[in-house]
């Protein structure tokens, strides 16, 4: 449990959640998610000018788990699928009308492995596939937990761009990390224990 | 919400499709069952033409069971359901969508192995009819029942043998009206209708009622 948590972000700010083992970052970014309740305390989303790919038709007033995107410690991907049907099924599921899993895909540098199944993946490459579901439904925030969990350095870097793209996008990021993921201007949120 | 829905569905088909398992593994499941007991009973036609329905509808519970404790628990391991909470369309749509799916991969081939497998318990014409028909109308709602089991086990390791014992007996409604239905069609002073319109109200009821118990079972699981 949490207590006397309180911060806020703007537009293309980020944040950088740390702190030891067990001081409840994974605990935070699950309930700004809404995949825990608050037992006190409030949670405000305001929006505007987010640029949006949407084309459901969904109105503007969605409540905020709609409205980002969560990267847990499990990469949600389904191993029996290829890469391309795991992020088309989840552009769809975001509401997104025409999803496409290319570019995303280029962009992670695993273009090539669109048509390869998640099975045959190593660790690292299925972390990148779980990146690239960021891409391809655009939500204004992102909620990492551990991003750079058996990123090898290239991927790092190319999270960090990614990062670095979505906040100038008026995007928001928070993330909870042990290792500092390179983010220029990012804030610190320190847990203790 | 509709291509959304429909994706996860295909999703859900092409899964059980790559996999195996489901639906094949059911059928086999169903055909040893239906296999086994006239080596039990011995070989008296009159009395397994009688008892053949009831077989088939245990045969079928069974092996309804068989595939179920994985129906959301696969997606909580990958993070899959956290990932469903985010779409804008409601868990208990998504359960449902997910129970149908489950449904057309192991609960259809059930009902279209059924006639065949009934020849093997000496079954009539109507009463091979009768056993299909309320097969058809009743594995849904076993489905159903089970996804409320499913989604109170989804993250016990072993939730299979719990979820069995949850299930069962809320089974058991349709396992009555569907035998007195199957029975019914081969014969007898009672109409065919009664029993057979009874376990369409109780396939109806598990589908509206049972994704919104799924769905408050699998929020609580993600706390």
Redesign the interface.
């Known amino acids: 449990m949490l207590r006397d948590v309180s911060f806020n972000l703007g537009a293309g700010e980020a944040v950088e959640i740390t702190g030891p083992n067990g001081t409840g970052k994974s605990t935070l970014l699950r309930a700004l998610g809404g995949f825990l309740p608050l037992l006190s305390g409030t949670l405000d989303w305001t929006e505007d000018g987010w640029d949006d790919d949407r084309t459901t038709g969904e109105t503007d007033a969605a409540p905020l788990p709609e409205r980002l995107h969560y990267l847990g410690h499990a990469d949600g991907l389904k191993t029996a699928l290829t890469c391309g049907e795991n992020l088309r099924l989840w552009g769809a599921m975001a509401g997104h009308a025409e999803p496409a899993a290319g570019p995303a895909l280029d962009r992670v540098g695993l273009g090539a492995l669109a048509d390869f199944p998640v099975a045959y993946l190593s660790a690292g490459q299925r972390r990148r596939v779980a990146l690239a579901r960021l891409l391809v439904a655009r939500r204004p925030l992102w909620l990492l937990d551990e991003p750079a969990t058996a990123l090898d350095r290239a991927a790092q870097a190319t999270l960090s761009a990614m990062m670095a793209d979505h906040l100038g996008g008026g995007g928001v990021v928070i993330a909870a990390t042990h290792a500092p993921l390179g983010l220029a201007g990012a804030r610190e949120l320190r847990l203790e224990p | 919400?509709k291509?959304?829905l429909l994706?996860?569905f295909w999703?859900d088909i092409?899964?059980a499709r790559?996999?195996g398992g489901g639906g094949v593994m059911g059928v086999v499941f169903f055909l040893s069952l239906v296999t086994v007991v006239p080596f039990a009973i011995g070989p008296d036609l009159n009395l397994l033409s009688r008892i053949g329905p009831a077989i088939l509808w245990i045969a079928a519970l069974l092996s309804g069971l068989l595939g179920l404790d994985r129906l959301f628990q696969a997606d909580e391991?990958?993070?899959?359901l956290?990932?469903?909470?985010?779409?804008?369309?409601p868990l208990e749509l998504v359960v449902l969508v997910k129970c149908a799916a489950h449904w057309c991969v192991t609960g259809l081939p059930l009902v279209l192995a059924a006639p065949l497998f009934g020849l093997m318990l000496a079954l009539d014409g109507p009463a091979l009819g009768g056993v299909t028909l309320s097969l058809l109308v009743g594995t849904p709602a076993l489905t159903f029942l089970g996804a409320i089991g499913a989604a109170l086990t989804v993250s016990l390791r072993r939730g299979g043998l719990l979820l069995s014992i949850l299930v069962i007996p809320l089974a058991v409604p349709v396992l009555i009206f569907g035998v007195s239905a199957a029975t019914a069609a081969g014969g007898g002073t009672m109409p065919f209708l009664t029993p057979f319109l009874v376990l369409c109200a109780l396939s109806l009821a598990a589908i509206a009622l049972s994704p919104f118990a799924a769905a408050a079972a699998l929020r609580s699981a993600?706390?």
């Open positions: 919400m291509r959304t994706a996860l999703r092409t899964l790559r996999v391991e990958d993070g899959s956290d990932l469903f909470r985010l779409s804008p369309a993600g706390e």
